[in-house]
């Protein structure tokens, strides 16, 4: 009777073992064997908790019962309540109510699952690999005192051929991140070559541009003006009449230098984005007006000016630009509003304005208004203007698709 009893507890133990074979996922190997183990060690719940390499955190993986201890993300060793099991103080955990016991509860203990659910009697082995604990195998029943020695003997047994499975998935996950980690990292690397790449390239060209036109244009004016005046230099009498080309030629000269600064200057539409530069224009142009006016933006774009192509950006800031402009120049307003709004996929730019309105078509006509309407048209937006149902002000509104194929076509 004995050999039969011992027959077949080997028999669940070489069926455990086939139920192994084959596993890649730690949820996976805990729901293949557990009607198995319930056969040797009857249980309400049953859970296998992993140390992580670190060997600061745990996590569990559970059968039968669902509880919180799976559902949460990696938790702190020094929280559970068998952390003297997987620190090596013990080497098993009996008990036949845990509900009562005070190994389980102390300050910080995560054992609130214990009391909800009622697992009263509940033992813990630990899962060693070459003498290291790498987790635990615990079975819990809602009866009290389920438990003995020989339930403990036999859970040793079962997590000696669980922790060698285990061991090899938590050492292939650890791989896994290790190689995301490394291929990421790999990749930042790269971008950050090939970044600072373009970036010297960019910059040699910006360079050389800013050389030929110092050389071109601003040092053969100069060189001329220079010869100009040691001509006049040489005359006995010099009138007034005789400077002012110089001084013409001086003036221009300053002029085209700086429009080669300011070329070389770097915008804030290129260094911020559309709604930084959009309200840095629109802060600027109040303040330089000398006009009482209130202004105010809006962003509801949700990142999606961010994305946005180089032309398409510059598009539609030169868009509000003008708008504003306007606004300012011929309205008259007391205040100004630019909302950005993205919704649906369609990204909408509106200025409104309280000022004079528009009165009349022939009001509509101008560069401006003809520029404002042909960059839309370039980028495939959307133009709408008009006055408001008072007639007093006026809005303009962009709107267009947003998403990976719409960028592209704006840009080709």
């Known amino acids: 009777m004995l050999n039969r009893a011992r027959n077949a507890l080997f028999d669940r133990y070489l069926g455990i073992s086939r139920l192994l074979a084959g596993q890649l996922d730690f949820n996976a190997i805990i729901q293949a064997v557990a009607a198995e183990i319930s056969h040797i060690i009857p249980h309400d719940h049953l859970d296998v908790c992993i140390k992580m390499v670190d060997g600061k955190y745990h996590i569990a993986y559970e059968s039968g019962l669902a509880t919180a201890w799976s559902q949460q993300p990696p938790a702190l060793l020094t929280g559970s309540p068998i952390r003297t099991l997987l620190a090596g103080e013990v080497d098993f955990l009996l008990s036949p109510d845990a509900c009562a016991d005070p190994r389980f509860h102390f300050e910080g203990a995560f054992s609130s699952p214990i009391i909800a659910l009622s697992l009263r009697s509940r033992l813990h082995v630990p899962l060693k690999v070459q003498g290291d604990i790498i987790g635990a195998l615990s079975c819990s029943s809602h009866e009290r005192d389920s438990y003995s020695m020989e339930d403990v003997e036999n859970a040793r047994s079962i997590a000696d051929l669980l922790a060698p499975y285990f061991f090899a998935l938590r050492a292939a996950e650890q791989a ?4 995301i980690v490394e291929t990421e990292a790999r990749a930042r690397e790269e971008g950050l070559r090939l970044g600072a790449l373009k970036l010297t390239e960019a910059l040699e060209a910006e360079r050389q541009r800013i050389g030929m036109d110092l050389h071109d244009q601003t040092l053969a004016d100069l060189t001329r003006l220079s010869r100009r005046m040691e001509r006049l230099s040489r005359l006995a009498d010099m009138h007034g009449d005789a400077l002012e080309p110089l001084c013409r030629t001086l003036q221009q000269c300053m002029h085209d230098l700086r429009e080669i600064i300011e070329e070389a200057k770097p915008t804030v539409l290129q260094l911020f984005g559309v709604a930084e530069a959009i309200e840095n224009h629109l802060e600027r142009s109040v303040r330089e007006s000398g006009q009482p006016i209130e202004w105010r933006m809006i962003d509801e774009s949700d990142g999606a000016l961010v994305d946005l192509d180089q032309t398409v950006a510059t598009a539609l800031f030169r868009i509000v630009q003008e708008a504003v402009n306007n606004a300012i ?16 996929r369609m990204l909408s ?9 528009i009165c009349s078509p022939q009001d509509k ?26 007639r007093r002000g006026t809005s303009v509104k962009v709107t267009l698709p947003v998403g990976p194929k719409r960028l592209v076509e704006a840009s080709t």
Not at 176 to 179: C, E, G, I, N
Not at 366 to 387: C, P
Request: proline share 2%.
């Open 176 to 179: 896994k991140r290790s190689a």
């Open 329 to 344: 120049r011929h309205g008259q307003p007391k205040t100004i509003l630019v909302r950005l709004a993205s919704r649906k």
């Open 349 to 357: 730019i509106e200025v409104d304005d309280d000022g004079n309105g």
């Open 365 to 390: 006509a101008g560069h401006g208004i003809d520029n404002m309407k042909t960059r839309s048209r370039l980028i495939s937006a959307r133009f709408e203007m008009g006055g408001h149902a008072d």
